[in-house]
């Protein structure tokens, strides 16, 4: 019973540094987020000893009477949350969540229409290297080399040349709306099940701030730890009740054992927080931010420094800034950022003349920052920031200096010691 620090102090510095870390830097990766005390409290809890293979009512291990509480308040918010009939939520990531989905929806060897990797889709929609290149026939769609947004005649052009037996809707870097009825009505044309994969945008969607996909998609699959902020997991969506059980035998036993409760105990206190005032307030915040970030990226002093964003604008949690034409490559915007302690990814932009390690763009997000309470007046200022470290155009430590007042104006767990 002795605590961590006794017993593996290695580790238990592991986590005071991380926790110093997040606290004393900016968080702008855009598929990060901070869960709530209560969140970690579940994941950090006695939940994590049970075995619980199966689902609730019908286990295949016994004392599963307080877990099986857990599970079923996970998928009764879940499906209010998004207004689904059917709710799976034992994936333990998003990328099991999609391999149980393709597992239920296509056989090996089908073909499967999704976003180009390198044009904002996830590796787990096609990319040669991961499950779901290597047991399918891939096709992508890709974005529009001047708008560089999705243009649904191209989708529909795809599906109509490859017949595919499923179309993928969804993304990792894309800075704009979805038009899901669209998917849908191509998904129909050509007899295919759509499928849309809603990781990143699952929180704007619970706030009503972006298009539901629940309505149109055959199958919705999302994480739980980005714009929703709740624990490192995900979970499945549907309306079709032979589906949802292809899809329970899919997660288990298909790709998975034993569920881990502890996280979908987490799941279920995510969802909760997610139907409330403050989450809406907060995906607002979250918006109005990445609009912020956007729009200093788009004044004249940026664009004669080479910076520029994709779609020149953003709808969602998220800002592709453009380097192409900027001196710094995405690598060493990355660190620039990282040197006055704004945390961000630099990412390939579509078409991208740079190699992958180096990239030609920057995927900056505001989720974690608005958990954090930034609103506008702090968005502005770090927007600010960022523009000039881009720009090249500030001084190091003056810069940031202002970022550790923002990140002390914010105390992150306040009241938490150590973890
Ligand atoms: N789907 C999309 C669209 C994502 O962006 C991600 C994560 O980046 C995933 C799935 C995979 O989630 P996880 O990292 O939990 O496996």
Same mark, same amino acid.
């Given at each position: 019973?002795?605590?961590?620090?006794?017993?593996?102090?290695?580790?238990?510095?592991?986590?005071?540094?991380?926790?110093?870390?997040?606290?004393?830097?900016?968080?702008?990766?855009?598929?990060?987020?901070?869960?709530?005390?209560?969140?970690?409290?579940?994941?950090?809890?006695?939940?994590?000893?049970?075995?619980?293979?199966?689902?609730?009512?019908?286990?295949?291990?016994?004392?599963?009477?307080?877990?099986?509480?857990?599970?079923?308040?996970?998928?009764?918010?879940?499906?209010?949350?998004?207004?689904?009939?059917?709710?799976?939520?034992?994936?333990?990531?998003?990328?099991?969540?999609?391999?149980?989905?393709?597992?239920?929806?296509?056989?090996?060897?089908?073909?499967?229409?999704?976003?180009?990797?390198?044009?904002?889709?996830?590796?787990?929609?096609?990319?040669?290297?991961?499950?779901?290149?290597?047991?399918?026939?891939?096709?992508?769609?890709?974005?529009?080399?001047?708008?560089?947004?999705?243009?649904?005649?191209?989708?529909?052009?795809?599906?109509?040349?490859?017949?595919?037996?499923?179309?993928?809707?969804?993304?990792?870097?894309?800075?704009?709306?979805?038009?899901?009825?669209?998917?849908?009505?191509?998904?129909?044309?050509?007899?295919?099940?759509?499928?849309?994969?809603?990781?990143?945008? +699952?929180? &704007? !969607? =619970?706030?009503? @701030?972006?298009?539901?996909?629940?309505?149109? $998609?055959? %199958?919705?699959?999302? #994480?739980?730890?980005?714009?929703?902020?709740?624990?490192?997991?995900?979970?499945?969506?549907?309306?079709?009740?032979?589906?949802?059980?292809?899809?329970?035998?899919?997660?288990?036993?298909?790709?998975?054992?034993?569920?881990?409760?502890?996280?979908?105990?987490?799941?279920?206190?995510?969802?909760?927080?997610?139907?409330?005032?403050?989450?809406?307030?907060?995906?607002?915040?979250?918006?109005?931010? +990445?609009? &912020? !970030? =956007?729009?200093? @990226?788009?004044?004249?002093?940026?664009?004669? $420094?080479? %910076?520029?964003?994709? #779609?020149?604008?953003?709808?969602?949690?998220?800002?592709?800034?453009?380097?192409?034409?900027?001196?710094?490559?995405?690598?060493?915007?990355?660190?620039?950022?990282?040197?006055?302690?704004?945390?961000?990814?630099?990412?390939?932009?579509?078409?991208?003349?740079?190699?992958?390690?180096?990239?030609?763009?920057?995927?900056?997000?505001?989720?974690?920052?608005?958990?954090?309470?930034?609103?506008?007046?702090?968005?502005?200022?770090?927007?600010?920031?960022?523009?000039?470290?881009?720009?090249? $155009?500030?001084?190091?430590?003056?810069?940031?200096?202002?970022?550790?007042?923002?990140?002390?104006?914010?105390?992150?767990?306040?009241?938490?010691?150590?973890?």
């Amino acid at each position: 019973n002795e605590p961590l620090e006794v017993v593996d102090p290695e580790i238990a510095a592991v986590l005071q540094n991380e926790l110093n870390r997040q606290r004393s830097t900016l968080e702008m990766i855009a598929s990060e987020n901070f869960v709530p005390r209560a969140v970690l409290e579940s994941q950090g809890s006695v939940l994590t000893n049970k075995y619980a293979e199966g689902y609730p009512g019908r286990r295949y291990y016994g004392g599963c009477e307080f877990v099986d509480v857990a599970e079923d308040l996970a998928r009764e918010r879940a499906k209010s949350l998004f207004g689904a009939k059917y709710a799976n939520v034992q994936p333990h990531s998003g990328a099991s969540a999609n391999a149980a989905v393709l597992s239920a929806i296509a056989e090996p060897g089908d073909t499967i229409l999704g976003l180009e990797l390198s044009h904002g889709g996830h590796l787990t929609h096609g990319m040669k290297l991961n499950f779901s290149g290597k047991l399918y026939n891939v096709v992508h769609y890709g974005v529009d080399p001047e708008t560089f947004l999705i243009d649904m005649e191209v989708v529909r052009q795809k599906a109509l040349e490859h017949k595919p037996k499923v179309i993928i809707a969804g993304w990792s870097a894309y800075p704009r709306t979805l038009d899901f009825a669209a998917f849908r009505a191509i998904a129909d044309e050509v007899g295919a099940t759509l499928w849309v994969d809603m990781a990143h945008f +699952a929180g &704007l !969607v =619970a706030a009503g @701030l972006y298009p539901s996909p629940v309505p149109h $998609a055959h %199958v919705t699959s999302s #994480t739980v730890h980005k714009t929703i902020g709740g624990p490192r997991s995900g979970f499945i969506l549907t309306d079709d009740l032979d589906l949802y059980k292809k899809l329970n035998s899919n997660v288990f036993p298909g790709q998975q054992g034993g569920p881990l409760m502890h996280v979908i105990a987490a799941k279920a206190t995510a969802f909760k927080l997610a139907a409330t005032d403050e989450f809406k307030d907060r995906q607002q915040r979250t918006l109005s931010g +990445a609009r &912020l !970030v =956007a729009d200093a @990226l788009t004044t004249e002093a940026s664009k004669a $420094a080479g %910076v520029d964003v994709l #779609t020149g604008g953003t709808d969602v949690h998220l800002v592709l800034a453009d380097l192409r034409h900027s001196p710094l490559d995405g690598q060493q915007a990355e660190d620039a950022l990282h040197a006055v302690g704004i945390t961000v990814n630099r990412n390939a932009v579509p078409f991208d003349p740079r190699p992958p390690m180096v990239t030609s763009g920057l995927r900056i997000g505001t989720p974690a920052l608005a958990t954090r309470g930034f609103g506008d007046v702090e968005f502005a200022e770090v927007a600010d920031i960022i523009a000039l470290t881009l720009q090249q $155009a500030g001084d190091l430590e003056a810069l940031s200096a202002r970022v550790t007042a923002l990140a002390d104006a914010f105390p992150l767990y306040p009241g938490l010691e150590e973890w």
